[in-house]
């Protein structure tokens, strides 16, 4: 499914049209506790989704992944979980899986963009690899990766240019991936799916 066609699809009901949430006012409505921080949901083209269960083997991943990441004591670098990223499109408040930013003052909004972005994927992998690419390109994220679990790959998308990335790659078990923007040995992609 395209993204075009996901987009249309959370504007209209029926004969109606739906008027989109924007990304200012979910913020308002968990500050207000209309919406609880911790409500398992994520605003996508001005529709709220649901986000998928954590199954075991997601949290795994996770874990391994904070394993290689830098370390928290790194001056450069800031490593989030599960936290917005505040992109371009205002009608969209992503919350990937795993995010690095550059280490900043993050406590009047959240960061505009981020030098990588990781998301797990088990039973979500067609939003994180065609609705998710072109929010986080326009961003500006030099490097996206999805974990695809079932394939046992990792899908990369890199080079932004406008809302679309220029390079898409899957790398597998017995290779290797080194982010661009981020300083951290490679990631070996048969170590990360262990097991799994």
Do not use: N
Not at 66 to 77: G, N
Not at 127 to 146: E, H, M, R, S
């Amino acid at each position: 499914m395209a993204a075009s066609t996901i987009s249309a699809m959370a504007f209209t009901l029926e004969d109606r049209d739906v008027r989109p949430l924007t990304a200012d006012e979910v913020v308002q409505m968990v500050e207000l506790g209309i919406l609880s921080e911790d409500e398992p949901v994520e605003l996508l083209h001005g529709a709220l989704t649901t986000m998928s269960a954590k199954t075991p083997a997601h949290e795994v991943v996770k874990m391994r992944l904070a394993e290689w990441l830098p370390s928290p004591a790194d001056p450069r670098y800031m490593v989030r979980t599960e936290a917005p990223i505040s992109v371009p499109d205002r009608t969209s408040l992503p919350e990937p899986d795993v995010a690095v930013v550059a280490r900043g003052d993050y406590l009047a909004r959240h960061p505009a963009t981020a030098l990588l972005v990781i998301e797990v994927a088990v039973s979500s992998l067609r939003v994180d690899t065609q609705v998710k690419p072109a929010l986080f390109a326009a961003a500006g994220v030099p490097d996206y990766w999805v974990v695809d679990i079932p394939g046992r790959c990792v899908r990369t998308f890199a080079d932004p240019a406008g809302d679309t990335y220029t390079v898409t790659a899957t790398a597998r078990v017995g290779d290797q991936l080194a982010p661009r923007a981020v300083a951290v040995d490679p990631l070996d992609v048969g170590t990360l799916l262990a097991g799994l």
